[in-house]
C-alpha cells in the first residue's frame, strides 16, 4: 500500500487543501463476492460470488464480509474523495485501520469509521454502534472529508458542498478508504480539490 500526507493543517489553505490523495481498491483485499472495475476504482457485488478456490487466499484478503479497502494509507492531513452511491441500496463507505482483523465488517469494530446506508436510510457507524443520519435523503453521490490530525470524518452533500454528518474517530495509526457492499455497485472518485466551501468550514 502507498502512504500518504499532505502536512498539517496549520500550514495554509493552498498547502494543505491541494489535490492530495488518489487511491484504487486493493483487489489483494477484495472479498470473493466483489469484482472491481474501471481500473479498479469502482466495485462490483455478485449475489453468489466467486468460487473461493479461484481467489488467491492471501491474508490480506476479507473472508468471511464482502468488503474492499483501497490502496493508499492516510496518516496525516486533509483529505477528500467521493462515491457514487446510486446503483447501490446496501452499503458502507469509510475508512479503517490499515491492519483492521479481516474477521470482521467495517463498522462493527473500534478499527473503522463509517457511514452506512441500508433499508432507505443512513446512519453512522462505529463498533456496532448506529446513529441516524436524517438530512441527507438518497443522493446519487457523496463526498467523505478526513482531517486526520483534527480527528474529523465528514459525510458531504456533493452538490451543495456542505457537510452532512461529522464524527470524531480516535485515530491509533493510519487508515485508508474502506468500502463494503451488498448489492449493484460503487464507484470512487479520488485525486480532488477540496471544496471551497469546506476549507471554511
Same mark, same amino acid.
Given at each position: 500500500? /502507498?502512504?500518504?500526507?499532505?502536512?498539517?493543517?496549520?500550514?495554509?489553505?493552498?498547502?494543505?487543501?491541494?489535490?492530495?490523495?488518489?487511491?484504487? $481498491?486493493?483487489?489483494?483485499?477484495?472479498?470473493?463476492?466483489?469484482?472491481?472495475?474501471?481500473?479498479?476504482?469502482?466495485?462490483?457485488?455478485?449475489? $453468489?460470488?466467486?468460487?473461493?478456490? /479461484?481467489?488467491?487466499?492471501?491474508?490480506?484478503?476479507?473472508?468471511?464480509?464482502?468488503?474492499?479497502?483501497?490502496?493508499?494509507?492516510?496518516?496525516?492531513?486533509?483529505?477528500?474523495?467521493?462515491?457514487?452511491?446510486?446503483?447501490?441500496?446496501?452499503?458502507?463507505?469509510?475508512?479503517?485501520?490499515?491492519?483492521?482483523?479481516?474477521?470482521?465488517?467495517?463498522?462493527?469494530?473500534?478499527?473503522?469509521?463509517?457511514?452506512?446506508?441500508?433499508?432507505?436510510?443512513?446512519?453512522?457507524?462505529?463498533?456496532?454502534?448506529?446513529?441516524?443520519?436524517?438530512?441527507?435523503?438518497?443522493?446519487?453521490?457523496?463526498?467523505?472529508?478526513?482531517?486526520?490530525? /483534527?480527528?474529523?470524518?465528514?459525510?458531504?452533500?456533493?452538490?451543495?458542498?456542505?457537510?452532512?454528518?461529522?464524527?470524531?474517530?480516535?485515530?491509533?495509526?493510519?487508515?485508508?478508504?474502506?468500502?463494503?457492499?451488498?448489492?449493484?455497485?460503487?464507484?470512487?472518485?479520488?485525486?480532488?480539490?477540496?471544496?471551497?466551501? $469546506?476549507?471554511?468550514?
Amino acid at each position: 500500500m /502507498r502512504g500518504h500526507g499532505c502536512g498539517f493543517c496549520g500550514l495554509g489553505y493552498r498547502q494543505l487543501f491541494r489535490r492530495d490523495i488518489s487511491f484504487k $481498491l486493493d483487489e489483494k483485499t477484495a472479498h470473493s463476492s466483489l469484482d472491481l472495475f474501471k481500473k479498479d476504482t469502482g466495485v462490483l457485488y455478485r449475489m $453468489l460470488g466467486i468460487d473461493r478456490t /479461484r481467489v488467491p487466499q492471501n491474508p490480506e484478503r476479507f473472508r468471511d464480509w464482502a468488503v474492499v479497502l483501497g490502496d493508499t494509507t492516510i496518516s496525516r492531513g486533509c483529505h477528500y474523495w467521493e462515491v457514487t452511491v446510486k446503483r447501490s441500496q446496501q452499503f458502507r463507505i469509510g475508512v479503517a485501520d490499515v491492519d483492521i482483523s479481516r474477521e470482521v465488517c467495517i463498522g462493527m469494530d473500534d478499527n473503522s469509521w463509517v457511514f452506512a446506508f441500508g433499508n432507505h436510510c443512513w446512519n453512522a457507524m462505529f463498533a456496532n454502534e448506529t446513529t441516524p443520519i436524517t438530512n441527507i435523503g438518497q443522493p446519487e453521490r457523496v463526498g467523505l472529508f478526513l482531517d486526520y490530525d /483534527r480527528k474529523r470524518f465528514s459525510l458531504v452533500d456533493t452538490q451543495q458542498h456542505m457537510f452532512i454528518h461529522n464524527t470524531s474517530p480516535e485515530f491509533q495509526g493510519p487508515v485508508v478508504p474502506a468500502f463494503a457492499l451488498w448489492d449493484g455497485e460503487l464507484l470512487t472518485h479520488s485525486g480532488l480539490d477540496v471544496p471551497e466551501k $469546506l476549507k471554511q468550514s
